[in-house]
């Protein structure tokens, strides 16, 4: 079955690829562009997703500095945009794209997608983050996909919080986790990755079988499952334990009708059980102002912008030494070795481990 | 009718709307279907896609949900708008106002609604029992909601002009009131139970966000099969092949029911105006719809108010006073109450634009001998994936003269599409009731088909074009899916606003995001609570 799914997958990037080009035929040029130079002027059109923000103060230095005013177009979700932005390449709908993040960064590279950046502070990006040897496209922050606990939960059950994958599927947690489906969500796939990751292509649908036994809930968004089956988030659902971001609980402080007064989230994470995701920014293939697309994303590594991430996206920047608030401090220990599986492996069989999670969890 | 210049008529009128469909539906349809298409590769992979498996278990679940969800509206449905055609009663504009609101909330507010009623503390909860606090229970209950309000509107209007005499001359030879429905309301009301159940069928069919934030597993329709091969998995060739397969399905529907249902003239002789109801028996059917009727339309609403002032240590106007400042001075993010202006621009131009459109066909429609089935076509683009309309447009108007992609107007003319069929629906009947008779008197006058229009035509069918434009404004004040594709993202509407509040973490948020959706269901209740007073002087001259 896996076989006939990775021909299905190399037909599809061919599809896609031919998609593009003759997108791209209708375009003004082809998808090299000549390197720009001289300063950047003008207007920069950002592509990103829906969960993109940035201070009103932090754009409005970067237009002092550089005299680039920025235009943000939200897309959609992560996917979604990356989708879109392929299918609109011949002539896109800005200069520079982020928010692509470490599982469809293949998608978007094959697709010819960006034309070749990187500024010159990427060199000081931990190794960690750089999980694009082609250095078309730009780390710029991460956050990791994690189980998160209701700290209340446990508390008042005096029950000892699980740690690892392993102790999810055991006796004295069964029915507590609830998550999400990985063909209809992005924390889920990661969450599933994370499973593939560590107990391989061949025994993650086992993990998976002893979930379900112990009572695995499965939800295809991620508001669902947070918002109303979690007991941690607003609606105090049934369930102590979720995946989710390992930012959501300084996210739950700060976005917390009444926070509370120690700053100390209700919500903690499970850093053993972390799937990585690095997010990307890069030039768009076809961009009408390449030079200033440049000029943002080499901003985006600023300590000043890199500063401003935590609060406004809730990810962890990925410049080294850049201080985090204290909300984050407090509240949030970054895995320090997450899951990652490479790119190129998770575009290739994610539609087949997709079709044995299914068939093992729904069926 | 018109002798002199009907082929001139039938041009002006025609050739607008047909343009219009064919640059903004047709056009943008047929480019995403040849990119994703148009080679032999794609068509092996949209081959492959459709014949997995999966996919016979997706069409079926489509299709069964969809014949239960419709079931069920009309059984909800039928005997309510009976009440309302017949009886005159305490709180009447209210349950109607009730029914619009349902029909226009986003998905995504009344999935949350839904499932704060089923969900394991829900007062509801009872009634989809212990396991099952989603799933298809709570997927049937949310297409109750929000479809019954088509179903109650489209019928009652209907059954309220069927002449009383014919049921009367049963009742005096005997018949019991069962018989007399079966044997004298009922086939006499098939054109509009037709039309109404083909277009709740059409609905849930196509249902997008309370399958996708409801259902459980196994349980994917094809719009949300569609929308994962799209957006998730990026396999355009599966996504267009499945769009072409809900294309077809959608048009054999409309194609059958228009066959059967003939054409929706209501004969409108003597028509009994609504009165008190007199008898106990009419006393309990009244009872029984006011009770049960809010109890529907209030349920959920009052779930979303009930969250809207919880200030989580108490009640109050936190989430209301919040929606105008911004979390943290991002320039990003836009204040929602900035989307409630964006919300009414978009949809008052929706509705000039829908007004015209669904005028024109409508008078088309009237004055020409056009087939039942050619109205039907206008339904089509309700019945097309919001993603493959949206990818389309995305595509066909990015360069050259149509590069209209990101321009303002895209909106408002995504939302009128959807708002087109339902003002020609309510225009049809009011313009054929209109006596030909009228309109040749006039022509023999010598007035121009305009004159005639105006003359004739306009002040008499004044009342169902208020009524329509109220319509076709709260339907594109709740409209989400062509939105979310098409919307400039620095412009966003309140449903969109919505979705992206539920999509944080934070109970401020979530706060925020049910107070946005209250002020959503005022505004939809003040228009049309506003319109019911153009229906009263009416009645009475009829």
Redo the contacts between chains.
């Keep these: 079955m896996s076989d006939m799914s990775m021909r299905?997958r190399t037909?599809?990037i061919?599809?896609?690829a031919?998609?593009t080009l003759?997108?791209a035929g209708?375009?003004a040029s082809s998808s090299s562009s000549p390197t720009p130079t001289g300063s950047p002027s003008g207007t920069v059109t950002l592509v990103t997703h829906?969960?993109?923000?940035?201070?009103?103060?932090v754009?409005?230095d970067f237009t002092k500095q550089t005299g680039v005013t920025v235009?943000?177009?939200?897309?959609?979700?992560a996917?979604?945009m990356?989708?879109?932005a392929?299918?609109?390449k011949?002539?896109p709908?800005g200069d520079a794209l982020f928010g692509i993040d470490n599982n469809l960064l293949s998608?978007g590279l094959d697709s010819g997608l960006f034309q070749s950046y990187q500024p010159s502070a990427a060199s000081q990006i931990p190794q960690t983050y750089q999980l694009d040897p082609s250095h078309t496209v730009t780390p710029i922050d991460h956050a990791d996909v994690c189980v998160n606990y209701d700290k209340t939960y446990f508390t008042s059950h005096n029950l000892t919080v699980p740690q690892t994958l392993d102790d999810l599927t055991k006796p004295e947690y069964k029915n507590l986790l609830v998550v999400q489906?990985p063909?209809?969500s992005t924390p889920g796939l990661a969450f599933m990755l994370a499973t593939v990751a560590k107990y391989g292509q061949d025994g993650f649908a086992n993990y998976w079988q002893s979930l379900k036994n112990n009572g695995v809930k499965?939800?295809?968004?991620?508001?669902?499952a947070?918002?109303?089956?979690f007991s941690g988030?607003?609606?105090?659902?049934?369930y102590p334990l979720v995946v989710?971001y390992d930012t959501?609980p300084p996210?739950?402080v700060?976005?917390?009708?009444?926070p509370p007064k120690d700053g100390i989230a209700t919500t903690g994470v499970l850093t053993d059980t972390c799937y990585g995701q690095v997010e990307f920014a890069g030039v768009l293939a076809n961009a009408k102002n390449p030079r200033a697309a440049q000029a943002f994303i080499d901003f985006m590594l600023t300590k000043q912008y890199q500063a401003d991430l935590p609060?406004?996206q809730f990810v962890f920047p990925v410049m080294p030494d850049t201080p985090l608030p204290e909300v984050f401090t407090k509240n949030v220990t970054s895995p320090e070795h997450p899951f990652v599986l490479p790119a190129t492996e998770v575009n290739t069989n994610r539609?087949a481990w997709v079709q044995t999670w299914?068939n093992t969890?729904?069926? | 009718m018109d002798q002199h210049r009907p082929a001139l008529v039938r041009s002006a009128t025609f050739a607008i709307p047909i343009a219009f469909f064919a640059l903004f539906f047709l056009y943008p349809l047929v480019t995403i279907l040849l990119t994703a298409l148009g080679s032999t590769a794609n068509l092996k992979q949209a081959w492959a896609g459709l014949t997995a498996p999966v996919m016979g278990d997706v069409l079926w679940f489509s299709v069964w949900q969809a014949v239960a969800s419709t079931a069920l509206v009309m059984l909800v449905a039928v005997p309510g708008a009976w009440v309302l055609a017949r009886f005159r009663f305490p709180g009447r504009s209210l349950i109607e106002a009730l029914s619009v609101v349902a029909f226009v909330m986003p998905t995504v507010v009344v999935a949350a609604a839904v499932t704060a009623l089923l969900g394991p503390t829900g007062p509801l909860r009872w009634l989809v029992g212990s396991h099952a606090d989603h799933g298809i229970g709570a997927i049937l209950l949310a297409h109750v909601y929000f479809e019954t309000a088509i179903v109650l509107r489209m019928v009652s209007t209907y059954w309220a002009q069927l002449d009383t005499r014919l049921e009367q001359a049963a009742a005096t030879l005997g018949a019991s009131p069962w018989r007399i429905f079966r044997s004298v309301t009922l086939p006499r009301l098939r054109p509009v139970l037709l039309a109404s159940a083909s277009i709740v069928f059409l609905f849930t069919f196509t249902s997008f966000g309370i399958i996708l934030l409801l259902g459980g597993p196994g349980q994917v329709n094809l719009e949300v099969e569609i929308q994962q091969q799209v957006l998730f998995l990026f396999n355009l060739p599966t996504g267009a092949a499945l769009s072409i397969v809900q294309i077809i399905v959608v048009v054999l529907l409309l194609l059958v029911s228009s066959r059967l249902s003939g054409r929706l003239t209501p004969e409108r002789s003597q028509v009994a105006t609504p009165r008190r109801p007199h008898t106990t028996r009419q006393h309990i059917a009244v009872g029984g719809f006011i009770v049960g009727g809010l109890a529907l339309l209030l349920l959920p609403p009052l779930m979303v108010v009930l969250q809207a002032f919880n200030t989580g240590d108490g009640w109050g106007w936190t989430n209301f006073q919040s929606l105008s400042t911004s979390h943290q001075g991002s320039v990003l993010f836009v204040p929602p109450g900035q989307a409630i202006g964006n919300s009414l621009i978009y949809a008052c131009t929706a509705t000039v634009i829908a007004i015209v459109i669904g005028g024109l066909v409508a008078v088309g429609i009237t004055r020409t001998s056009i087939r039942p089935a050619v109205e039907g076509v206008w339904l089509l683009p309700l019945g097309v994936s919001a993603v493959t309309l949206g990818f389309g447009i995305l595509i066909a108007f990015d360069s050259g003269a149509l590069a209209w992609r990101g321009s303002f107007w895209m909106v408002p003319i995504a939302q009128a599409l959807v708002a087109i069929p339902f003002v020609t629906r309510a225009l049809v009947p009011a313009l054929r009731a209109v006596s030909p008779s009228l309109r040749a008197a006039a022509a023999c006058l010598g007035a121009s088909p305009l004159q005639v229009f105006r003359l004739i035509d306009l002040p008499l069918i004044w009342r169902a074009l208020v009524m329509s434009a109220a319509f076709a404004f709260a339907i594109s004040l709740g409209e989400f899916g062509a939105t979310v594709f098409v919307a400039n993202s620095d412009r966003p509407t309140i449903p969109v606003a919505i979705y992206r509040l539920l999509s944080t973490p934070g109970t401020a948020n979530q706060g925020q995001a049910m107070a946005l959706a209250a002020i959503l269901m005022a505004m939809t209740a003040a228009v049309v609570l506003l319109t019911e007073r153009f229906r009263l002087p009416e009645q009475r001259h009829v």
């Design positions: 299905m037909l599809f061919t599809s896609a031919i998609g003759a997108l209708c375009g829906d969960s993109y923000a940035i201070s009103d103060s754009l409005a235009k943000i177009n939200k897309t959609g979700d996917a979604a990356v989708n879109r392929i299918l609109t011949g002539s709908e998608r489906n063909s209809t499965v939800e295809n968004s991620w508001s669902v947070y918002d109303k089956q988030g607003s609606g105090k659902g049934p989710s959501s996210a739950s700060v976005y917390a009708q009444n609060l406004q539609d299914t969890v729904q069926h």
